[in-house]
Every structure is written in structure tokens, then in C-alpha cells.
């Protein structure tokens, strides 16, 4: 297909499926939606409005807009909640909050040279950042979004995230908790997706950690001796050009990667909260599972009042009794 080839990708050894492809108005879209499975939408128009949007444009109406930007050292930026990081913690991440105007970064990227450090913009929209923005902002194609929000009953829009990565920067392997229409302006982004049944295969940093719900396994060196079952995941690739949306149910992990050699990307995505669930069904649904593992690591952090204490109590019951 025109716009993009194979050796723009990064080389993993993960074993990769496709993820489907259907038109915005295929009646077999929303089977897709509410089952919480991953689809490439083709045609919704959702930001078709905001294709103009790129740097010279947003460098023009809100090149003195302060925005929230991370620095790494590589070209991975590997996202992190500082209100977990403990004074008794060594904690150095790679990557790291740098805010800076929008147009110190337009030109940043624009000169940016092998060596340096890079930069990725991850800036809630909201109207701080200029009313040109929130007046493309209201033209996105919300009819057929808020009736996907409907049909999946689905919670509140959360927030919406633009995104402008340089080309082969990479976010690694991570969940997020929310429903996620994520839609593509300018470049070609690669997901590599992973269902919440994966979870044993990808050995998310415990609940405490800095990096919670990111995966600890290193895509680019995986230490097979830590995370054995890393040799199992099997993956559903999708590359996202200009234009389409992609379906990331929540609890899904996903690798993200700015094609290499593909220019800068600029993305949009639509967090929405997750709808309130009527009635608990049996069997229970991978990403419950997910939430139940969570709820216990929170519950015993509580408890012991020690994160740090988690493992080894998560040990003395497992050993010899359920093992
Ligand atoms: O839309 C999503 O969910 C993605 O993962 C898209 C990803 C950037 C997300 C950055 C981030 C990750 C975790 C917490 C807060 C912010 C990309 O496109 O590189
Ligand atoms: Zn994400």
C-alpha cells in the first residue's frame, strides 16, 4: 500500500497477527466495539477537518502555547507517574518531562540531528491552547464518535491527547485503563497489540511502581532469564496512516511506533472512561481479571501499609499451598 514499507519497522521477534479492517459504517463495526476487540476504521472523517494541522500551521496559532513535552536519551518514552516515585527510590527514568512553547519544539525537531536528544509533544486539548485550535477542535466528526460512545456505553470523554512524535520514536508496551479511539492526522504510526490475556506474557511493573501498567520486558532486548513467557506473546500488528482511527479497547497493551524514515507524526486520541458494568457475567472477562489483580495489589499495599511488602506476602500464600 502507498504511503509506507516493511523496512520503516522496527525489527521485534514477536510472533504477529493482523488486526481487521472496516469501513465507519460496516454493520459489523459495532459488534467489534462492544466486544472490546481492536479494529482499523476506515473512512469515519472523525478528524478529517484537522489534516491542516501541521507544524507551521500550529506553529502559527500556538507557537507561545506552553506544552507538555518529553526529552529521552533514546528513541523510547517510556511514560511514568511521578506521584509514585518515593523519596527511599532510586528512580532515573530515560525519559523525562521537559514543557516548553510550541515553537522552541517546532524548531527543535525541525533541527534536530542524529545524536540529540529527542522530543515527543503529548498535550492535552483543552482551551489553554489557543481558540484557532478549539475552533478545529469542534469540527471533528463528533456525531459518529459520541454514537460509537453510545452504542458501547461507554463513559465520559475523558480527554483527547495530540500527540507529535518524530519519526521512529517508540512508546513502549503499556495499558491504559480507558477506552481509546485513537486517530491519525499526519504520518504512519505501527501498533503492535496485545489482548489483557496476554498479561502473563508481558509482566507489567507492579500497581506502586512509577511505571505501572507499563511492561517491564524491553522489546528492544528482551531478558528472556526475568520474563520467560515473553517468547509466547503473540502480537496484532496494525499500522495507522493519515486519516484512519484504531479501536485500543482498554486493558489492551500496546506498542506505538513513528515509522522510521516517515517524518514526524502528529495523532489525536479520544480517551473515553469506562462504562459502569450492569451485572458481573461468569466467566469473567480477561480485563476483569486485570482489575481484580489490581484491586489486590492496592488492597494489600493498603493493608501492609509497605508496597515493598507485597511480593513477599503474595509469596508466603502462593508457595506450597496454591503452587
Ligand atoms: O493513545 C494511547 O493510549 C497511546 O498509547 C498513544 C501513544 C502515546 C501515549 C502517551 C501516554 C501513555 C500512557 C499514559 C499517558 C500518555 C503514542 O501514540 O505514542
Ligand atoms: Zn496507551
Given at each position: 500500500m502507498a504511503g509506507w514499507n516493511e523496512n520503516q519497522l522496527r525489527k521485534y521477534n514477536i510472533k504477529l497477527e493482523k488486526i481487521p479492517t472496516l469501513q465507519y459504517?460496516?454493520?459489523?463495526l459495532d459488534s467489534h466495539l462492544t466486544n472490546n476487540y481492536p479494529v482499523l476504521i476506515k473512512g469515519s472523517k472523525l478528524v478529517s477537518r484537522v489534516l491542516k494541522w501541521d507544524l507551521d500551521y500550529l506553529k502559527q496559532h500556538m507557537s507561545s502555547v506552553c506544552c507538555n513535552v518529553i526529552v529521552s536519551k533514546n528513541h523510547k518514552f517510556k511514560y511514568y507517574d511521578p506521584k509514585k516515585i518515593t523519596p527511599n527510590m532510586t528512580f532515573k527514568p530515560i525519559s523525562r518531562p521537559s514543557p516548553m512553547i510550541f515553537s522552541e519544539f517546532a524548531d527543535k525537531i525541525t533541527n534536530w540531528k542524529k545524536g540529540d536528544s529527542r522530543l515527543y509533544l503529548q498535550q492535552v486539548l483543552n482551551n489553554t491552547i489557543g481558540q484557532h485550535v478549539v475552533r478545529d477542535f469542534v469540527m471533528f466528526n463528533w456525531d459518529w464518535i459520541m454514537s460509537k460512545q453510545k452504542i458501547c456505553k461507554w463513559?465520559?470523554?475523558?480527554s483527547n491527547l495530540i500527540l507529535i512524535a518524530q519519526e521512529g520514536n517508540v512508546t513502549p508496551c503499556h495499558y491504559d485503563e480507558q477506552q481509546n479511539m485513537f486517530a491519525s492526522i499526519r504520518g504512519y504510526k505501527r501498533f503492535i497489540l496485545f489482548p489483557p490475556s496476554q498479561f502473563e506474557c508481558l509482566y507489567p511493573h507492579p500497581v506502586h511502581h512509577p511505571y505501572d501498567r507499563q511492561s517491564q520486558v524491553d522489546f528492544d532486548n528482551p531478558d528472556f532469564t526475568k520474563f520467560p513467557k515473553f517468547k509466547e506473546a503473540c502480537g496484532y500488528e496494525v499500522i495507522v496512516g493519515p486519516e484512519d482511527v484504531l479501536y485500543i479497547p482498554m486493558y489492551w497493551f500496546h506498542h506505538v511506533e513513528s515509522l522510521k524514515h516517515g517524518g514526524y507524526t502528529v495523532s489525536i486520541n479520544f480517551w473515553f472512561k469506562a462504562g459502569s458494568v450492569e451485572k458481573i457475567e461468569y466467566p469473567l472477562l480477561d480485563y476483569q481479571r486485570m482489575v481484580i489483580m489490581r484491586n489486590v495489589e492496592k488492597m494489600l499495599a493498603e493493608a501492609l501499609h509497605d508496597p515493598s511488602e507485597v511480593g513477599n506476602m503474595l509469596k508466603t500464600i502462593f508457595l506450597g499451598r496454591y503452587s
Open positions: 459504517d460496516d454493520p459489523k463513559g465520559p470523554l475523558s
